[in-house]
T-cell receptor, first 109, second 114 residues
């Protein structure tokens, strides 16, 4: 069965301490890999789409990369306002998005 | 502004009642989705629709029903058959197929059974 696995479940960083979040996905039939940010009590906010292995996208302190089996969300010199839950989702056939359970990031000043 | 509007933001339901959650989009998207989110869990797909008057069950459709009479609207009914309906419900929409297929979400409805 198609599925998406994210790690770690939670991550605590000091402000300025760079790190990476991982998203592993089932390989066959992937049409796109998506990253979202979700703040408490809000809907997920779209960050990036990646379509093929080797692709990279950047936005401020965030960079998303895609390999044949996984995607990484790299956070460079994070700030407290980057604290949120980061979700990844894989799109397969029939327009079905499969979401991971997320990584809850807490950046301490 | 284009976007997805969910209402109400908070909803309380008595046991045995049916309730309907509203989702409207003005993005001209063909595909619409309903997800359920429980604390500490990812989003689970309830129903999705790729075109008007057509919809498919997701992974946890039991106890829920939907309709898609208009492109802009995809209401979700939580029936009394849903044994554990207390959750955060998210509606999303996307272009059906091709580049730019990312899904955009509404701000959610928090349903509580009282």
């Amino acid at each position: 069965e198609d599925q998406v696995t994210q790690s770690p479940e939670a991550l605590r960083l000091q402000e300025g301490e760079s790190s990476s979040l991982n998203c592993s996905y089932t390989v066959s039939g992937l049409r796109g890999l998506f990253w979202y940010r979700q703040d408490p009590g809000k809907g997920p906010e779209f960050l990036f789409t990646l379509y093929s292995a080797g692709e990279e996208k950047e936005k401020e302190r965030l960079k998303a990369t895609l390999t044949k089996k996984e995607s990484f969300l790299h956070i460079t010199a994070p700030k407290p306002e980057d604290s949120a839950t980061y979700l990844c989702a894989a799109l397969y056939n029939f327009n079905k998005f499969y979401f991971g359970s997320g990584t809850k990031l807490n950046v301490k000043p | 502004d284009g976007g997805i509007t969910q209402s109400p933001k908070y909803l309380f339901r008595k046991e045995g009642q049916n309730v309907t959650l509203s989702c409207e989009q003005n993005l001209n998207h063909d595909a619409m989705y309903w997800y359920r989110q429980d604390p500490g869990q990812g989003l689970r797909l309830i129903y999705y629709s790729q075109i008007v008057n057509d919809f498919q069950k997701g992974d946890i459709a039991e106890g829920y029903s939907v309709s898609r009479e208009k492109k802009e609207s995809f209401p979700l009914t939580v029936t009394s058959a849903q044994k554990n309906p207390t959750a955060f419900y998210l509606c999303a929409s996307s272009i059906a197929g091709g580049p730019g297929t990312e899904a955009f979400f509404g701000q959610g409805t928090r349903l509580t059974v009282v």
